[in-house]
C-alpha cells in the first residue's frame, strides 16, 4: 500500500471517529481571558442582563412568578401546602423532615455533554426559589468558558442560604458535575451536604411500565398534559447548539436552550407537588398537616394507589400499605396489576397472622389466575392448618396441580409439582386417618 493512500484512509478514519464522538466546547474556549467583543454583543441579545465581576462576566436571566401561576394542573403554591415528612420519605432523608419546602432549590443544568466527567461544562444552571409570596427563577448563562469561576462563585453565593435541593435525576448527574466544576475552579464543597429530593427515584417509582419512559419530557406530556411551544429544543441538542454559539456568537438559539430550561424548573415544582400529593400518608393513618394554604384535590388513581401500596410495603409501613392496596383494589385495576395488588395484600396480610382475613384475596386471584399455583397452594395450607379442613385442603390442593402442570417443562415445574404430590399423599393419609392425623 503506497503512503499516499495509507495517508488518506488514516484521514478518513479520523473524520469518522470525529463525526461520533458528542459535539464538545473547542479547547480554545476553555483557556481564560478577558469576554471578547462578540461576547459582549452576545450577551446583549440575550434576555436578563450581564454581570461583570472581578473573575469575569456572565448573563444573569431573572423571572419571577406568583405563586399561584399555575403549571400544568397544579399552582407553584401547592407544593407548600405538604408536609415535608413526605419529601423526607420520598427522599429516604429524614433531614428534610425539618426543613421548610419553600427553602429548597430546584436545580437544573444544560450541559455541553450528557456523559459528565471533567471535560464537561454545566454552561446553563437554572435554580428556582421561593422568596415570600414568590417564585424566582434564576438562570446563570456561561458567556465564555474561561469566565465559568466569576458563574460559578455567584451561584454558591446566592444559593448559600437554601435549605437543601430539589432535581432529577441530579443525584446522578447535575450535582456531581458541579461539584467537579467546583473543585476544578478550586471551591471544593462549596455547595456543602444538605438535603437532597432526587425525583426521577420516586417518578421511576410509580411510572415505570406506564410511560413510554421516565423522562421528564414525557411527565410532562402524559401525566399532565402539558405541552411546550416550538420554542424548545430536545435535550440531546444542547451541547451541540452551545458549541455553535461559542463559534459564531450568535445568541439566538440560546433564547431556546433557556426556555428548555425554564420549563424543566416549573415542571419539577409541579412534579414534586404531585408526588407528594400521591405519596402522602393515606386512609386512617395519621394525616400529615397542611402547613400552608388549601390541600388540592386529590391526585390519586387505582394504579397510582397500587404503586404507593408496594412501596409502603417495601419500606415497611404495613397499616398504610394495607389502605392503599384495599382502595386500589376497589378501583378499576387492569387484570395484571388487581393480581398483584391481590397477591401483595394477601401477603401483606399473612405476615400479620392474619390469614383468614387473607383468605377472600387468595380466593379473587385463584379464580382467573391460570400460570401460577401459589394462591391455591396458600388456600391448601390454610384449609390444612388453621381451618382444619381437609377436604378443601385437597381440593385446593389438586387445582394447584393442574395449574402446576401447564408450566413450561423444566426444574422449577418439577419441583413444585414434586411438592404438591407429596402434600396430595398427606391429606389423603390425613383424611384415612381417625381424628385426620396421618398414621405414623
Request: net charge positive.
Given at each position: 500500500m503506497s503512503s499516499d493512500l495509507r495517508a488518506r484512509l488514516q484521514r478518513l478514519k479520523l473524520q469518522k471517529i470525529k463525526r461520533q464522538m458528542p459535539p464538545s466546547v473547542p479547547v480554545e474556549a476553555l483557556q481564560p481571558r478577558p469576554a471578547r467583543a462578540a461576547r459582549a454583543e452576545a450577551a446583549a441579545g440575550l434576555p436578563g442582563e450581564r454581570v461583570v465581576t472581578p473573575l469575569g462576566a456572565f448573563q444573569l436571566i431573572e423571572t419571577v412568578y406568583d405563586l399561584d401561576f399555575q403549571h400544568g394542573p397544579k399552582r407553584l403554591a401547592d407544593l407548600l401546602t405538604h408536609d415535608p415528612a413526605i419529601a423526607a420519605r420520598l427522599a429516604r432523608d429524614e433531614k428534610l423532615a425539618a426543613a421548610d419546602l419553600a427553602g429548597l432549590a430546584f436545580i437544573d443544568t444544560e450541559t455541553t455533554g450528557l456523559a459528565g466527567g471533567a471535560g464537561t461544562l454545566a454552561f446553563l444552571v437554572g435554580v428556582g426559589l421561593c422568596a415570600g409570596d414568590h417564585f424566582v427563577l434564576r438562570q446563570y448563562f456561561l458567556l465564555d468558558p474561561g469566565h465559568e469561576e466569576a458563574l460559578l462563585s455567584r451561584l454558591v453565593s446566592d444559593l448559600e442560604?437554601?435549605?437543601?435541593?430539589?432535581?432529577?435525576?441530579?443525584?446522578?448527574?447535575?450535582?456531581?458535575?458541579?461539584?467537579?466544576?467546583?473543585?476544578?475552579?478550586?471551591?471544593?464543597?462549596?455547595?456543602?451536604?444538605?438535603?437532597?429530593?432526587?425525583?426521577?427515584?420516586?417518578?421511576?417509582?410509580?411510572?415505570?411500565?406506564?410511560?413510554?419512559?421516565?423522562?421528564?419530557?414525557?411527565?410532562?406530556?402524559?401525566?399532565?398534559?402539558?405541552?411546550?411551544?416550538?420554542?424548545?429544543?430536545?435535550?440531546?441538542?444542547?451541547?451541540?447548539?452551545?458549541?455553535?454559539?461559542?463559534?459564531?456568537?450568535?445568541?439566538?438559539?440560546?433564547?431556546?436552550?433557556?426556555?428548555?430550561?425554564?420549563?424543566?424548573?416549573?415542571?419539577?415544582?409541579?412534579?414534586?407537588?404531585?408526588?407528594?400529593?400521591?405519596?402522602?400518608?393515606?386512609?386512617?393513618?395519621?394525616?400529615?398537616?397542611?402547613?400552608r394554604r388549601a390541600r388540592p384535590a386529590t391526585d390519586r388513581n387505582a394504579e397510582d394507589l397500587l404503586r404507593l401500596g408496594c412501596w409502603h410495603a417495601d419500606n415497611h409501613r404495613p397499616a398504610e400499605a394495607e389502605a392503599a392496596l384495599r382502595e386500589a383494589l376497589s378501583g378499576r385495576l387492569a387484570l395484571d396489576d388487581r393480581r398483584v395488588a391481590l397477591a401483595r395484600l394477601a401477603g401483606l396480610l399473612k405476615r400479620q397472622g392474619r390469614r383468614p382475613e387473607a383468605v377472600p384475596f387468595w380466593e379473587q386471584l385463584a379464580s382467573f389466575t391460570l400460570d401460577d399455583p401459589q394462591a391455591f397452594v396458600e388456600l391448601a395450607k390454610f384449609y390444612e392448618w388453621q381451618a382444619r379442613d381437609l377436604a378443601q385442603a385437597a381440593a385446593w390442593t389438586e387445582r394447584a396441580l393442574n395449574v402446576a402442570a401447564g408450566a413450561p417443562a423444566g426444574w422449577q415445574r418439577a419441583e413444585t409439582l414434586a411438592e404438591l404430590r407429596r402434600r396430595q399423599d398427606r391429606l389423603k393419609a390425613k383424611q384415612l386417618a381417625p381424628g385426620g392425623q396421618p398414621p405414623r
Open positions: 442560604t437554601s435549605a437543601g435541593w430539589v432535581t432529577y435525576n441530579g443525584r446522578a448527574f447535575d450535582l456531581p458535575l458541579l461539584e467537579t466544576r467546583l473543585t476544578i475552579n478550586r471551591q471544593r464543597g462549596a455547595l456543602g451536604q444538605r438535603p437532597h429530593l432526587d425525583l426521577l427515584t420516586p417518578t421511576r417509582r410509580l411510572y415505570r411500565g406506564r410511560l413510554p419512559s421516565c423522562s421528564l419530557g414525557d411527565v410532562e406530556r402524559v401525566i399532565f398534559k402539558i405541552i411546550r411551544d416550538q420554542d424548545d429544543v430536545p435535550g440531546y441538542l444542547i451541547p451541540q447548539m452551545y458549541g455553535d454559539y461559542l463559534r459564531s456568537g450568535n445568541p439566538a438559539e440560546m433564547r431556546r436552550v433557556i426556555y428548555h430550561n425554564t420549563i424543566d424548573i416549573l415542571s419539577m415544582v409541579t412534579l414534586a407537588a404531585h408526588l407528594m400529593e400521591v405519596f402522602a400518608t393515606p386512609f386512617g393513618v395519621a394525616a400529615p398537616r397542611v402547613t
